[in-house]
Nanobody, 116 residues
Framework: QGQLVESGGGLVQPGGSLRLSCAVS????????MGWFRQAPEKQRELVAT???????NYADSVKGRFTISRDNLKNTVYLQMNALKPEDTAVYYC??????????WGQGTQVTVSS
């Protein structure tokens, strides 16, 4: 089935930075397009950024220019570098396979709180 373990969240002031990691225990990880998602309190989970198996990236308009998704296929890990953080970025962040029909069970996520 596979396992997804997110880490790296925390409390940061507006304008600060965090780097999230997602350790992925899925066979043939390198062939999957991966994504970072987030869910704020009382809101739907939303897609933040994606990276294809070939390394092509795409971002939600709300994070474009501030967040960078990357992957290390040797370490089976996906990263999300978040800069210039805003209070509206506060959410639980998750990673998973981009394609809905291929997704695994969601991990526990990692909490990001942006507050002064």
């Amino acid at each position: 089935q596979g396992q997804l373990v997110e880490s790296g969240g925390g409390l940061v002031q507006p304008g600060g930075s965090l780097r999230l990691s997602c350790a992925v225990s899925i066979s043939f990880f390198s062939i999957y397009n991966m994504g970072w998602f987030r869910q704020a309190p009382e809101k739907q989970r939303e897609l933040v950024a994606t990276i294809t198996s070939g390394g092509r990236t795409n971002y939600a308009d709300s994070v474009k220019g501030r967040f960078t998704i990357s992957r290390d296929n040797l370490k089976n890990t996906v990263y999300l570098q978040m800069n210039a953080l805003k209070p509206e970025d506060t959410a639980v962040y998750y990673c998973n396979i981009d394609e809905v029909e291929l997704r695994r069970s969601w991990g526990q996520g990692t909490q990001v709180t942006v507050s002064s």
